[in-house]
């Protein structure tokens, strides 16, 4: 029996399979929020990808929408929505738009990342550079307007964030290093960490974060860590990582599903466009080198549904984090949100 979590949730890249059709794989987004919601997860996220056409998530905000119309309890969000693609009033303004709608149920994740490669984001920017400093600077006006307290000398004090949701919405900052964790936690945010994309985390890295937050949200006089800021709450503490599972009634199963992450990930490796393709469409020859790619690719937890779901519940209690979010390719909705359900069974 694997130790209980509190909570996880899922990642949703929204990959277009050879062959898929557009319009039913964003239509199967409602179908998997829906699943992961009658399942018990917490949070469901979108990411954001430009210039590409493995992934239909160029538009998180409104993939959110279309979710959050659909589904009644779990929380939405972007993860994320890379913020030096657009203003800081404009992000405040539909972030606060959806959590009038929808309120207690909408995250607001932040990354510093292009999302795609530099000629998209001259297109996304009209040609503007923009500087790490920049972005991060970005960031903080972003969440000062929804916060409502830019100082009095900021050029954007006067300015309103319209409408003001009940509940504003739970803000996360996206990272994968321990410069990222610091930055977060200085400035009160919930943490995110990209395990998937690496396939390493290091495993004080949450601890680092907590050091860094407000003394009153960070550590206890007892030396344990605060838990979160709480439900819908404007403020940081919480973390997740979030981390890519196979998981099926068998490992061999579990393998050859996995195999579709494993040949994305070997394509962007060796310089080939990212595909998402039926294993069993590769020629035996490349089918080959994708196995041994998986072996060795640390990103990519497979196993039956015990076996993934103690690991994820020994990475969380290892690595410190409170969440896990998982993340997966799998082209069939119905497996995939079984495959989900499967894992909600172990660890809530």
Same mark, same amino acid.
């Given at each position: 029996m694997s130790p209980r979590l509190s909570r996880i949730s899922v990642l949703e890249q929204v990959p277009l399979f050879e062959g898929g059709e557009v319009r039913r794989t964003l239509e199967d987004l409602?179908?998997?929020?829906?699943?992961?919601?009658?399942?018990?997860?917490?949070?469901?996220?979108?990411?954001?990808h430009h210039s590409t056409g493995a992934f239909l998530s160029s538009a998180p905000d409104l993939l959110m929408m279309h979710i959050l119309d659909a589904t009644n309890s779990i929380h939405v969000g972007s993860g994320g929505v890379m913020a030096m693609h657009y203003g800081s009033l404009q992000m405040a303004e539909r972030f606060a738009t959806l959590a009038a709608l929808h309120p207690g149920r909408v995250d607001m994740g932040l990354g510093r990342a292009p999302g795609g490669d530099m000629r998209a984001a001259g297109a996304l920017n009209q040609g503007r550079v923009i500087d790490p400093d920049a972005i991060?600077?970005?960031?903080?006006?972003?969440?000062?307007?929804?916060? /409502? /307290?830019?100082?009095?000398?900021?050029? *954007?004090?006067?300015?309103?964030?319209?409408?003001?949701?009940?509940?504003?919405?739970?803000?996360?900052?996206?990272?994968?290093?321990?410069?990222?964790?610091?930055?977060?936690?200085?400035? /009160?945010?919930? *943490?995110? *960490?990209?395990?998937?994309?690496?396939?390493?985390?290091?495993?004080?890295?949450?601890?680092? *974060?907590?050091?860094?937050?407000?003394?009153?949200?960070?550590?206890?006089? /007892?030396?344990?860590?605060?838990?979160?800021?709480?439900?819908?709450?404007?403020?940081?503490?919480?973390t997740l990582s979030a981390l890519c599972v196979s998981a099926a009634a068998t490992r061999e199963e579990a393998r050859e599903q996995a195999l579709v992450a494993a040949d994305a990930r070997f394509s962007l490796r060796t310089g080939r466009p990212m595909r998402f393709r039926d294993p069993a469409t590769l020629d035996a020859a490349y089918r080959a080198e994708v196995e041994r790619y998986l072996e060795r690719d640390t990103a990519i937890i497979v196993g039956t549904y015990d076996e993934v779901a103690r690991a994820l519940s020994s990475f969380a209690e290892n690595h410190g984090t409170e969440e896990v979010m998982l993340i997966s390719y799998i082209d069939d909705v119905e497996v995939k949100t079984r495959q989900y359900a499967e894992l909600a069974s172990r660890l809530l």
């Open positions: 409602v179908r998997l929020g829906r699943g992961l919601e009658e399942s018990g997860y917490h949070r469901f996220w979108l990411a954001e991060n600077t970005l960031i903080e006006e972003t969440v000062a307007l929804l916060r /409502d /307290d830019l100082p009095a000398t900021h050029p *954007y004090a006067s300015v309103e964030v319209q409408p003001r949701p009940t509940q504003l919405p739970e803000v996360w900052l996206l990272g994968s290093s321990g410069q990222s964790a610091a930055w977060a936690g200085v400035r /009160d945010l919930n *943490y995110a *960490y990209a395990q998937f994309f690496t396939g390493r985390q290091q495993v004080e890295i949450m601890n680092h *974060y907590r050091a860094h937050l407000p003394e009153s949200r960070g550590t206890r006089a /007892d030396g344990a860590p605060h838990r979160g800021g709480g439900h819908g709450s404007i403020h940081g503490g919480q």
